[in-house]
């Protein structure tokens, strides 16, 4: 084989993964998240809850603002992007914003809901969070949360403290299961509730919320580097 051309063949070979290294950054600056790009796909694309106005490009419509803190805003984050913000004078008071649906029906994303005891579909939820440099220590949290007649149990939840966290860039916030729901759908579901909360003093942008089916290889196994013998 000719010298020219195995430096075509290399050739070609370094341009595959130029535009693969091109493609994977393009998509961790679309997404603003500082975590690894293939976090991104812990939700099943075909089966994504629609979420309406998920990245608040319509201020505040189809979300419902809740606690004892300043109400969320619409408003714009400091690169330009429509969001909803909050900003709070007073230590650590709760500002929520969350949007419910509906579960268990015809033509709902989830219709089929799980026989008792039995496991139902595993869900996960994700937001963008963007702390301005002055705030101080709380939290900002998001959780997913299974609506029935018993009334509202958290299946799934993730907690940010604001003290360590990085500030003036989005971060990406995903739901870890909690408890013995292992953040699933329930058999008496009837909604399914996203909800971030702040509580924190000082200014907070919130953008693009997804919902949907999760991977179950989303997650990091236990003792995955076999360190540990028998665990």
Known sequence: ??????????????????????????????????????????????????????????????????????????????????????????????????????????????????????????????????????????EVRILLKSHGPAGAMVIAKDTLPTAQAAKGRWITLRTRPLGSSDGRLQWNSDEVELAVEVAAPGRVWVDGALCGARYSASFALGNGSFEQRGS
């Open 1 to 138: 084989m000719s010298t020219a051309h195995i430096n075509h063949r290399k050739g070609g070979k370094n341009l595959l993964a130029t535009l693969w290294i091109l493609g994977s950054v393009a998509l961790l600056l679309a997404v603003g998240s500082p975590v690894c790009p293939a976090s991104v796909f812990g939700i099943h694309a075909d089966r994504q809850q629609h979420l309406t106005n998920a990245e608040f490009r319509a201020g505040l419509s189809g979300w419902i603002t809740y606690g004892p803190g300043v109400n969320f805003e619409g408003g714009r984050a400091p690169d330009g992007r429509a969001s909803a913000v909050v900003q709070s004078l007073r230590g650590r008071q709760v500002s929520g914003i969350s949007q419910r649906f509906s579960v268990g029906r015809p033509g709902d994303t989830f219709a089929e809901l799980p026989q008792p005891g039995q496991p139902g579909q595993a869900l996960e939820g994700m937001v963008r969070v963007w702390l301005s440099s002055h705030v101080g220590a709380g």
